[in-house]
């Protein structure tokens, strides 16, 4: 590939698919990406994941959904979405229009709800990949009860795996007392690679009206308070696994994005920043690039930090 | 649909009242695209993005020429309460305009129906309405209803209501809104009423069902905890009368009262 500037290459190699550079949106949190696209260059971003599509349209929790908390907000949406076929037929044509990866989230209440949505999403054009939510904490049926034990989450994997021609991400839940024991277990399944970490489980009670904030009682935290937490699981996950690792939680800031980076992670996910700022990641895009100028660094494979052996 | 994501400075943000406080921002493309009902997430300190996390959903009280746009709030909380502190020159992040406003029709007689602070977006509306109309206003005490004179200027039927007696009759907007309404259908404006309201829940569901009584149209302006304003994350989740949830801030604000289930708990 010719170049005609010595800028840093931001590009990344993930699991077969080329990203033009290390930054995706996080599913959840930018809907189907043509909500948000006259606020966010979506050309600019190395991929999107869209919000959690399942067989089936789900009309999601009763609200009150969500509740801030200090540095974070917790929610409980319950994946709320319009079914992967109103998803291929009204929102993916648009976004088909975009130079930007994009990634099917997927969630199922069995394991093979996981793998019929696999043999969907192979047939549709315009999806790069799949990112498997094993984790969600606001579902009664399936989400976190696979990603919480290793048997069922391999299983999943291979449902999908099996599926799918398509690189299969398996998102894992940090509501895990070891979260290397599930992710080595979703690796050994077929995983192309992982992304970690899904919403920490908390809770909010409303003082005034003497009642849970969620009206689902326990919601999913995410923002800058669960960082900490996930850049531990995301360094655990890269110091073990072969296949990559997708870091997620609280990134709003480029040097967050880059602490991420250098833990281990191939490329990383933003999430609740874009609710606060849409144009967040592009903020971390342009902020990583400079970093690496600075430091003169000619490649994200450069960023990891080495190890005490 | 234009919106825009910018940092705005403030020309003023005036205690009005107790606990009541009047911002005004210069943001001229947000002012300019601004339409009645609409809203914008402000960020609460400036631009830090940590604690508190979430940009406010303000509804527009007033959005003029010069650029200018002004937003009444009511500390309800910490965040309001450090939105209440921020200071002329400060900057603020604002994403606006957003959401469906009233609309307005072209031959209508409405009735602005407020509670408390919800009379704000009314007086936006009240302000780009080119036809007669009437106002009945709600509050607990007279302290809740700053934004009154600013209706005073704007028509000649104006009814207040408050619980304690300090301005107008004692009591609801239930009472004043059903004598304008039994008022108005013997006049000329029988047949062209329509119902704009915004104030707390119960408030807008006893104004549906005088609304359903009387076969007038009701067009309500919901509030909801909300998180990205844009309908990304689905957090602002309001039951509809039909199964399934509407979205405040992509369905809404404004929405016809009919859509709701108003027994819902929220």
Same mark, same amino acid.
């Given at each position: 590939?010719?170049?005609?500037?010595?800028? /840093?290459?931001?590009?990344?190699?993930?699991?077969?698919?080329?990203?033009?550079?290390?930054?995706?949106?996080?599913?959840?949190?930018?809907?189907?990406?043509?909500?948000?696209?006259?606020?966010?260059?979506? *050309?600019?971003?190395?991929?999107?994941?869209?919000?959690?599509?399942?067989?089936? /349209?789900?009309?999601?929790?009763? /609200?009150?959904?969500?509740?801030?908390?200090?540095?974070?907000?917790?929610?409980?949406?319950?994946?709320?979405?319009?079914?992967?076929?109103?998803? &291929?037929?009204?929102?993916?044509?648009?976004?088909?229009?975009? *130079?930007?990866?994009?990634?099917?989230?997927?969630?199922?209440?069995?394991?093979?709800?996981?793998?019929?949505?696999?043999?969907?999403?192979?047939?549709?054009?315009?999806?790069?990949?799949?990112?498997?939510?094993?984790?969600?904490?606001?579902?009664?049926?399936?989400?976190?009860?696979?990603?919480?034990?290793?048997?069922?989450?391999?299983?999943?994997?291979?449902?999908?795996?099996?599926?799918?021609?398509?690189?299969?991400?398996?998102?894992?839940?940090?509501?895990?007392?070891?979260?290397?024991?599930?992710?080595?277990?979703?690796? &050994?399944?077929?995983?192309?690679?992982?992304?970690?970490?899904?919403?920490?489980?908390?809770?909010? #009670?409303?003082?005034?009206?003497?009642?849970?904030?969620?009206?689902?009682?326990?919601?999913?935290?995410?923002?800058?308070?669960?960082?900490?937490?996930?850049?531990?699981?995301?360094?655990?996950?890269?110091?073990?696994?072969?296949?990559?690792?997708?870091?997620?939680?609280?990134?709003?800031?480029?040097?967050?994005?880059?602490?991420?980076?250098? &833990?281990?992670?191939?490329?990383?996910?933003?999430?609740?920043?874009?609710?606060?700022? /849409?144009?967040?990641?592009?903020?971390?895009?342009?902020? #990583?690039?400079?970093?690496?100028?600075? *430091?003169?660094?000619?490649?994200?494979?450069?960023?990891?930090?080495?190890?005490?052996? | 649909?234009?919106?825009?994501?910018?940092?705005?400075?403030?020309?003023?943000?005036?205690?009005?009242?107790?606990?009541?406080?009047?911002?005004?921002?210069?943001?001229?493309?947000?002012?300019?695209?601004?339409?009645?009902?609409?809203?914008?997430?402000?960020?609460?300190?400036?631009?830090?993005? !940590?604690?508190?996390?979430?940009?406010?959903?303000?509804?527009?009280?007033?959005?003029?020429?010069?650029?200018?746009?002004?937003?009444?709030?009511?500390?309800?909380?910490?965040?309001?309460?450090?939105?209440?502190?921020?200071?002329?020159?400060?900057?603020?992040?604002?994403?606006?305009?957003?959401?469906?406003? !009233?609309?307005?029709?072209?031959?209508?007689?409405?009735?602005?129906?407020?509670?408390?602070?919800?009379?704000?977006?009314?007086?936006?509306?009240?302000?780009?309405?080119?036809?007669?109309?009437?106002?009945?206003?709600?509050? %607990?005490?007279?302290?809740?209803?700053?934004?009154?004179?600013?209706?005073?200027?704007?028509?000649?039927?104006?009814?207040?209501?408050?619980?304690?007696?300090?301005?107008?009759? %004692?009591?609801?907007?239930?009472?004043?809104?059903?004598?304008?309404?039994?008022?108005?259908?013997?006049?000329?404006?029988?047949?062209?009423?329509?119902?704009?309201?915004?104030?707390?829940?119960?408030?807008?569901?006893?104004?549906?069902?005088?609304?359903?009584?009387?076969?007038?149209?009701?067009?309500?302006?919901?509030?909801?905890?909300?998180?990205?304003?844009?309908?990304?994350?689905?957090?602002?989740?309001? %039951?509809?009368?039909?199964?399934?949830?509407?979205?405040?801030?992509?369905?809404?604000?404004?929405?016809?009262?009919?859509?709701?289930?108003?027994?819902?708990?929220?």
């Amino acid at each position: 590939m010719a170049k005609t500037s010595h800028g /840093p290459d931001l590009h990344v190699d993930l699991a077969g698919l080329r990203l033009k550079n290390p930054v995706l949106l996080a599913s959840g949190t930018c809907g189907y990406g043509v909500e948000i696209s006259d606020l966010v260059d979506l *050309n600019m971003l190395g991929g999107i994941v869209v919000k959690g599509l399942s067989l089936t /349209p789900r009309p999601g929790n009763p /609200p009150p959904r969500i509740v801030e908390t200090p540095c974070g907000v917790l929610n409980s949406i319950g994946l709320e979405n319009i079914g992967i076929d109103a998803f &291929a037929r009204d929102k993916l044509p648009l976004l088909k229009g975009f *130079n930007t990866k994009v990634i099917a989230n997927i969630f199922g209440e069995t394991v093979d709800e996981y793998a019929a949505l696999a043999r969907k999403i192979d047939r549709i054009d315009g999806i790069s990949a799949i990112e498997v939510n094993i984790s969600c904490p606001n579902v009664k049926a399936g989400g976190a009860a696979f990603g919480a034990n290793p048997e069922a989450a391999a299983a999943v994997t291979r449902a999908v795996r099996a599926g799918t021609g398509l690189p299969v991400i398996v998102k894992l839940s940090p509501n895990v007392t070891d979260i290397v024991e599930i992710a080595t277990a979703v690796e &050994a399944a077929g995983a192309d690679a992982v992304s970690l970490i899904n919403t920490l489980l908390g809770m909010s #009670i409303d003082v005034k009206k003497r009642r849970p904030a969620l009206k689902n009682v326990f919601g999913g935290l995410s923002g800058p308070a669960i960082k900490p937490v996930a850049l531990r699981m995301v360094w655990q996950a890269a110091g073990t696994l072969k296949i990559p690792v997708i870091g997620i939680g609280g990134i709003t800031t480029p040097e967050d994005a880059i602490e991420f980076l250098m &833990a281990g992670a191939v490329a990383i996910e933003v999430g609740a920043a874009t609710l606060v700022r /849409p144009a967040a990641a592009i903020e971390v895009i342009s902020g #990583i690039k400079d970093y690496m100028e600075a *430091n003169r660094l000619q490649n994200t494979a450069e960023l990891p930090i080495p190890r005490a052996s | 649909m234009s919106r825009f994501d910018v940092d705005a400075r403030i020309l003023r943000n005036e205690g009005l009242a107790r606990n009541i406080f009047r911002l005004t921002l210069s943001a001229p493309e947000i002012a300019k695209n601004a339409r009645p009902g609409q809203f914008c997430m402000i960020s609460v300190d400036g631009k830090s993005r !940590f604690d508190p996390l979430l940009r406010r959903p303000l509804s527009i009280f007033d959005a003029r020429k010069d650029g200018e746009i002004e937003f009444l709030y009511s500390i309800v909380g910490r965040g309001t309460d450090i939105l209440s502190q921020k200071k002329e020159g400060d900057l603020m992040g604002i994403l606006g305009p957003l959401g469906k406003g !009233f609309g307005m029709g072209q031959c209508e007689h409405p009735i602005l129906v407020g509670g408390g602070i919800g009379a704000a977006p009314l007086h936006f509306l009240a302000k780009r309405l080119k036809t007669a109309f009437s106002v009945v206003i709600g509050a %607990k005490t007279r302290d809740e209803l700053p934004g009154i004179s600013a209706f005073k200027s704007l028509t000649t039927r104006l009814l207040i209501a408050t619980e304690d007696e300090s301005i107008g009759c %004692k009591g609801v907007v239930t009472a004043p809104l059903e004598e304008e309404l039994v008022a108005l259908t013997k006049s000329d404006a029988a047949g062209y009423l329509i119902i704009y309201t915004c104030g707390p829940w119960p408030m807008m569901r006893a104004v549906h069902h005088i609304c359903v009584k009387y076969g007038v149209r009701c067009r309500v302006s919901l509030e909801a905890r909300m998180a990205c304003g844009i309908g990304a994350c689905l957090g602002c989740a309001v %039951k509809k009368a039909d199964g399934g949830y509407l979205h405040v801030c992509k369905d809404g604000p404004v929405v016809d009262s009919a859509e709701i289930d108003w027994e819902a708990e929220v």
